[in-house]
């Protein structure tokens, strides 16, 4: 997977889109495929998009007009994975959503690790113990240091980002971590295998977190 995203705070599922389309703006290369995108519902159930081609462009078409998508953009808690088209089914096994937090990330966060259970059922079943995010992800990625994955964990008041020791070997890869000093709302994102490898994840990052600062209270 080429790219993941995650936010939490007031706007966050429109935070993740404004950084998701500033990506596929200044990118170049595996994007404009499949995605899948969660928000959590006002019941604080979580609810997913998803196509196999297209990316962000297919998922504005396909909800633009329904009800959903304006309490989904409203949404505290947010986040995507994207990369190029077709990949296996069920797309939810690269996003695991939960009402307690939400885990993406890059490369393969879907594959198992040391434990036999995916990575990012790991982070979730951590977060969903208590575990803050940031502890989350990298607990789950010391444990597995040559595993091709890299994970964003986001609960509703806290974000964090690992990517094993594989994945920091490459050259192709960049990330962005934006907390408010406040801890009010906060962003991140992973990426590899696009150009520019250079200032892709910060100038995306900072366009979503543009929008959660817009709405502090």
Same mark, same amino acid.
């Given at each position: ?13 429109r935070?993740v ?8 703006? %200044? ?6 495929? %499949? ?18 081609r297209?990316?962000l ?12 998508l ?7 808690l ?11 089914e069920?797309?939810?096994? %690269? ?5 307690k937090g ?14 036999g ?15 803050d995010p940031?502890?989350a ?9 040559r595993?091709?994955a890299?994970?964003i964990?986001?609960t ?5 980002l ?16 934006i ?8 962003l ?23 929008v959660?600062a817009?709405?502090?209270?």
């Amino acid at each position: 997977m080429t790219i993941g995203i995650a936010a939490f705070g007031a706007e966050a599922g429109r935070a993740v889109w404004s950084a998701w389309a500033e990506a596929e703006r %200044f990118g170049r290369g595996d994007l404009h495929g %499949f995605a899948v995108f969660y928000a959590l519902a006002p019941d604080g159930e979580p609810l997913g998009l998803e196509c196999q081609r297209g990316g962000l462009g297919t998922i504005r078409a396909q909800w633009s007009t329904r009800p959903d998508l304006a309490w989904m953009m409203a949404s505290p808690l947010a986040a995507v994975i994207t990369s190029g088209p077709d990949r296996p089914e069920p797309l939810s096994q %690269f996003l695991l959503a939960s009402r307690k937090g939400l885990v993406t990330g890059h490369r393969l966060p879907n594959r198992a690790g040391v434990s036999g259970l995916p990575v990012n059922v790991e982070a979730l079943a951590l977060i969903e113990a208590g575990i803050d995010p940031a502890t989350a992800a990298q607990r789950v990625m010391d444990a597995n240091p040559r595993l091709d994955a890299g994970l964003i964990a986001v609960t509703a008041g806290d974000i964090g980002l690992a990517d094993s020791e594989r994945v920091r070997e490459r050259d192709d890869r960049g990330e962005a971590l934006i907390l408010a000093p406040d801890r009010r709302y906060g962003l991140a994102l992973l990426h590899n295998s696009i150009e520019p490898v250079k200032g892709l994840a910060e100038a995306a990052a900072r366009q979503g977190a543009a929008v959660l600062a817009g709405h502090e209270s």
